[in-house]
Structure formats: structure tokens, C-alpha cells
């Protein structure tokens, strides 16, 4: 194992005994009355965290607010434990300043990495487009030929986005796009998906539309 590994290690492990050892200090000083506050401040907790995940995007929203629900209740006991244990060695205004300082960079953390998903995500959607106005507007508004080259844009988006929701923004925006070209002229759009469509071949080539108008009777 190497050294620094082994370092991080140790580290991590000192740091959870302290931590462990504060908050037994603190279970102790706070007595029966004020275990039974942070209790209540923990069930509170994760009530709230699990109807704030229940209401996302995920996909098993219960399973999410169970995990969520029992993550904020540890969590909550522990920083209570761990402050209330903090105040009675070293007092409430070095305990103050460390929490303001935690709170801090968790917060400065936070930050960096939403900023760094962002980056990602608007890195993986913003690619040269093939022709001027393509994946401009609702596809219904694109003429035949935008709409694919916008199926070539969104195959290459595709294969470089990694976000979850950039992906699933693209693959929508693809669907729209081969319902759109099969609405505008169905015999040319199946006959694009006989001779193999792939995701770099354009379905432009076999579907006929009126630049003019930008639909084909169907």
C-alpha cells in the first residue's frame, strides 16, 4: 500500500475516533431530556429530506426517500452529538467558529462541484453544428435538411455527454426529431430505416420536404 494512502488512512481513522469520542462526551452532557431534543431535531430532519427527494427526478422515488430519510437522521445526530460534545471542552465560541468553518467549506465544496457538473454538461451540448440554425427551436419550426443535421449533432453530442440529464435531454430532443421526419413524409422515412440507418448516416437524404414550408403532406 503506499505511504500516502496509508496516511490518509490513519488519518481518517483518528479523525472518526475523535469524532466518536466527542460525541459520547456530548450524549452524556446532554442527558436523557436533551437526547430526546436531538431525536426529534433528527426525525424532523429527515422528514424534510425525504419529501424534498420524493418530490425530484429520481427514478424510485421511495427507495431515494428511505435512503435520504435515514442518511439525515444519522447525520443530524452525530453533528449534534459531536457540537454539543465540541462545547463542553472547548466552550461555545471555538465551537461556534469551527461549525461556521465546516459549514463553510462544505459549502465551498458544494460549489466547486456544481460549477464543475455544469462546465460538463455545458461542454458536452455546445458542439459545432454542420449548418447554420440547426438545434435552433422546437423541431416542428426546422425544415427537412435541419432536422438532420440535427440528428447528427445529437449522435455526436451523445456520444461525448456523460451528465445523466444532458443524456436524457438529447436522446428526447433525437426522438422529436425521427417523429417529426417520419410525420413529414413516412414512405421516405422508412425507407432511410430499410437501408440501415445508423447514427451518423442523415435520414435528410431520403425524406423529401419543401424548405419553403418545412412540412410535407403526410
Do not use: H
Not at 496509508?6 to 481513522?13: D, G, V
Not at 424532523?44 to 427526478?57: E, K, N, S
Not at 456523460?162 to 436524457?168: E, H, K, L, M, T
Amino acid at each position: 500500500m503506499p505511504v500516502r494512502a496509508l496516511l490518509t488512512r490513519s488519518a481518517l481513522a483518528v479523525l472518526v475516533l475523535l469524532l466518536a469520542a466527542l460525541a459520547a462526551i456530548g450524549g452524556v452532557s446532554l442527558g436523557g431530556a436533551g437526547l430526546v431534543a436531538v431525536v426529534l431535531a433528527a426525525i424532523v430532519t429527515a422528514c424534510l429530506a425525504a419529501g424534498i427527494v420524493r418530490d425530484g427526478d429520481s427514478p424510485r422515488p421511495r427507495q431515494a426517500a428511505v435512503d435520504t430519510a435515514w442518511r439525515a437522521a444519522v447525520t443530524t445526530v452525530a453533528v449534534l452529538l459531536v457540537l454539543s460534545g465540541c462545547v463542553v471542552l472547548a466552550g461555545g465560541a471555538l465551537t461556534a467558529l469551527l461549525a461556521g468553518v465546516a459549514v463553510g467549506g462544505a459549502l465551498l465544496r458544494w460549489a466547486v462541484r456544481s460549477a464543475r457538473t455544469t462546465s460538463r454538461g455545458t461542454g458536452a451540448t455546445v458542439l459545432p453544428l454542420p449548418g447554420a440554425g440547426a438545434g435552433i427551436g422546437p423541431v416542428a419550426t426546422l425544415t427537412v435538411e435541419a432536422l438532420g443535421r440535427e440528428w447528427l449533432r445529437t449522435s455526436a453530442a451523445l456520444a461525448q455527454a456523460r451528465d445523466a440529464a444532458v443524456r436524457q435531454a438529447l436522446v428526447e430532443r433525437r426522438e422529436e426529431a425521427l417523429d417529426e421526419l417520419e410525420r413529414r413524409d413516412p414512405v421516405g422515412f422508412n425507407r432511410w430505416l430499410a437501408e440501415g440507418a445508423t447514427v451518423d448516416s442523415d435520414p435528410s437524404r431520403y425524406v423529401s420536404g419543401d424548405p419553403t414550408a418545412g412540412y410535407d403532406a403526410a
